[in-house]
C-alpha cells in the first residue's frame, strides 16, 4: 500500500532576474510518507527555503508536478500547515486568539475556534496563558503558540523551518522532545528545516541533504534509530560517525 503523503516528480524551478535565470531545482524526484518526520539540511541558499514555498503553493515549478495525497494542486495552502523560524505571533492578540487564527479563516465562530483552542492548552503548556499577549511570553512559549497555530490548520503536512534556532541551547534541547512527543501523538507528516545536525538526527526518521545547486537529487540518509529516543541515543558510536559525516559534507559546501 503506497503511503505516500507528498510527492515531487521531475520538478524544475528557477528565479528569474533581470540578466538571467537562476536554476535552483532541476528535475527533482521525492517522496515523503504519510506520518514521517524528514529534516532538511544544507548551506545557506541552497535551496531548502525555496523548497518550502513551492510545497506551500507560494511558488510554483517551472516544470514538473508536486502532489498532496496523490492530487495535483496548484493552490495548496490549505493542505500544507507552515511554521516560520519567528514565530510572527500578532501582539495585539492574546494567546488564544493567535491560535484561533487558522480556524477563524476557515469560518469558524469566534466562540467554536476558542473551545477549540481552549481544549488544547494544557497539552502545550500553554494552561493559564490564554489571555496573555506574546509579549509576556518566553520564546520557547511563543513557539508552543506558534506550533499549536500551526496544528489547528488541520493539515496533513507541517512545515517547520528553523523553529528553534532563536533560543538557547537549554529551551532549544527541551524544544525538540517536546516537538518529538507532540510528533508522536499526533502522527502528522513533518519536514523541519534545520542547521542543527544534531537535531536532524534527534528528530528524523530520514534527512535530506542539499549538497548541490542546482539541485537535482536530494541525498537521502535513514537514521538507525528505533523510537522512542532519547537525547543520549545521538552518544552511540554509529550516530557520531554520521554525525562526523554530515558535518563534513556541510563544510565543504560552506564559503570561507
Not at 532576474?17 to 517522496?31: A, V
Not at 541525498?219 to 523510537?227: G, L
Request: charged share 25%; aromatic share 8%.
Amino acid at each position: 500500500m503506497d503511503n505516500t503523503v507528498l510527492e515531487f516528480n521531475s520538478v524544475t524551478f528557477s528565479y528569474s532576474g533581470p540578466d538571467n535565470d537562476t536554476k535552483i531545482l532541476d528535475s527533482l524526484d521525492f517522496r515523503v510518507q504519510e506520518r514521517e518526520f524528514v529534516s532538511i539540511i544544507g548551506a545557506s541558499g541552497s535551496g531548502k527555503s525555496t523548497l518550502f514555498r513551492l510545497i506551500s503553493g507560494l511558488e510554483q515549478p517551472s516544470i514538473g508536478e508536486i502532489l498532496i495525497n496523490g492530487n495535483y494542486l496548484t493552490n495548496r495552502l490549505g493542505h500544507v500547515g507552515y511554521m516560520p523560524q519567528q514565530d510572527l505571533l500578532m501582539p495585539w492578540r492574546t494567546i488564544v486568539e493567535n491560535a484561533a487564527l487558522p480556524l477563524q479563516i476557515n469560518s469558524y465562530r469566534k466562540d467554536e475556534a476558542r473551545k477549540q483552542v481552549t481544549a488544547l492548552l494544557d497539552e502545550f503548556g500553554l494552561s493559564g496563558y490564554e489571555n496573555r499577549y506574546p509579549g509576556d511570553l518566553s520564546g520557547g512559549m511563543k513557539q508552543r503558540v506558534s506550533f499549536l497555530r500551526t496544528i489547528l490548520t488541520g493539515a496533513p503536512v507541517l512545515l517547520l523551518d528553523e523553529p528553534f534556532s532563536a533560543l538557547d541551547a537549554i529551551t532549544r534541547l527541551s524544544m525538540q522532545e517536546w516537538l518529538m512527543e507532540q510528533w508522536e501523538k499526533r502522527k502528522k507528516t513533518i519536514l523541519f528545516i534545520t542547521h542543527d545536525v544534531n537535531e536532524a538526527l534527534y528528530l528524523s526518521d530520514r534527512i535530506f541533504v542539499f549538497n548541490q545547486t542546482p539541485v537535482h537529487a536530494l541525498e537521502e540518509i535513514k537514521i538507525p534509530m528505533k523510537r522512542p529516543r532519547n537525547l543520549k541515543d545521538l552518544n552511540r558510536p554509529e550516530m557520531i560517525a554520521l554525525k562526523d559525516r554530515l558535518l563534513d559534507q556541510l563544510r565543504l559546501k560552506v564559503k570561507p
